[in-house]
């Protein structure tokens, strides 16, 4: 990057020449574009026509690739805490013994973890994470000072989670009372805060880790305050069976009475669902939020397509995994031909690649904002460094991007028109800090979850 000599700059920031792929209908990929930026704002997209604008700074696009903002719908950066080790346990951590979990996390471990899942994510071209796990009234702004987008919640629930993995499903009113107003406090606090980066959701649980009534009350809530409501849905077989028993129903069916399987719902996995339930989450609008490493990793798989056909909108997320959306985007390629047995138009790089752009800001109710390069928008872009061997040639871009990126070839990421990666490097913050934070508090969690 160099200072653009001009002394009458027009933009903030302009993007010159790069190869773009802009996840907007109206002109989905410009060979050798232009972005520019003024504040936060994109204030022109389209392709390198006569001389480069004036600008305070110039980025020389030549060797890179710029997208929008990937959005991440559904993760637990906190979860950082157990990778490597959890993904060959069971199928989540809150209910497998022996590996530490929220109710053990410090607020102190809760933000150096936060901060290094929150760190990567960024670094691997994520500049929106939908964060929810514990102490998030000390994590979400410790995350946005990273200069990310973050939404987040704690986790609202009603059962003592210190019983679920040892099999006990014993529901508090006061535990969900107290999750709840935790999750209005932090909205009142954040909701909108750091130039609308942060925001907030009702992270309910998991339809077995809140009680039938409280449900209900989540639903109250939902249209008191417009939030939308965040959940765990169709997750695994013990959840299932859970709800059969408590309630002589299927978990979608049991949000669909309580008025919570809509369009204001981001459904997490939605693995096990019976074609009625199909039916009901697309006809309801839900978006899912596809997790389809993390799936694969418990050896399951969502039924992806029939849930598309029938209208939910799909989107990707990382889960506990760690946060490469753009491997991502494969793994759903393929995972979705998998089940499939070939290749058609059903899987292609358009469809995933719309999965971690707009159709993550739709879930979010942000579309008009961020999701595609376009005019207008909010200045959310990753540069990509095609110029390695990988890349080459660069036949079809989105072929490339899809088939042979990673998150570890994301050069620069811009956020809100701010800088926040560069050359590889997180701009605001002390990287080397951040990781020798978060490994202190991994090894002091998994000694005493080793006790426990
Ligand atoms: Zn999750």
Sequence with gaps: MTEAPNAKPLADLVIEGAHILTSDPDQPE???????????????????EGPAPAAKRLIDGSGLMATPGLVNVHT????????????????????????????MVSPEEAVALARLGALEAMKFGS????????????????????GLRV????????????????GRWAYDMAIGKETLGKALALAQRFHGAMNGRLGVQLAAHAPDTCSTDFLRTIRETRDQTGLIVATHLAQS????????????????????????LNNRLIAAHCIFMTDSDIEKAGKGGIHVAHIPKGNATGGTMAPTLRLRGAGANLCL?????????????????CVGRLQEGKIDDDWQPEDVFAMATINGARAMGMADSIGSLTQGKKADIVLFDVAQPHFIPMTDALGNL??????????????????TVENGRATLADEGAIMREAEMAARALWRRAAAD
């Design 402 to 419: 899809v088939h042979v990126g990673q998150g570890r070839d994301v050069r620069h990421v811009i956020i809100d028109g701010v800088i």
């Design 237 to 260: 077989r013990i959840e299932v069976e859970r709800i059969k028993e408590r309630d002589g129903k299927t978990p979608a069916e049991l949000l669909e009475e309580l008025g919570l």
């Design 76 to 103: 637990h950066a906190i979860l950082t805490m157990v990778r490597g080790v959890a993904e060959d346990m069971g199928f989540a951590p809150a209910y497998t013994p022996g590996v530490p979990q929220g109710h």
């Design 30 to 48: 410009i060979a050798k574009g232009r972005i520019a930026v003024t504040g936060d704002t994109l204030t022109f997209v389209g392709p390198a």
């Design 127 to 146: 500049t929106l994470i939908n964060d929810t796990y514990v102490h998030v009234d000390e994590t979400l702004p410790a995350q946005g000072a990273l």
């Design 151 to 166: 939404t987040a919640c704690g986790r609202i629930h009603d059962v003592d989670f210190s019983g679920v993995s040892k």
């Design 317 to 333: 997320s990382t889960d506990n995994m760690h946060a490469d959306m753009v491997e991502l985007m494969r793994w759903a390629l």
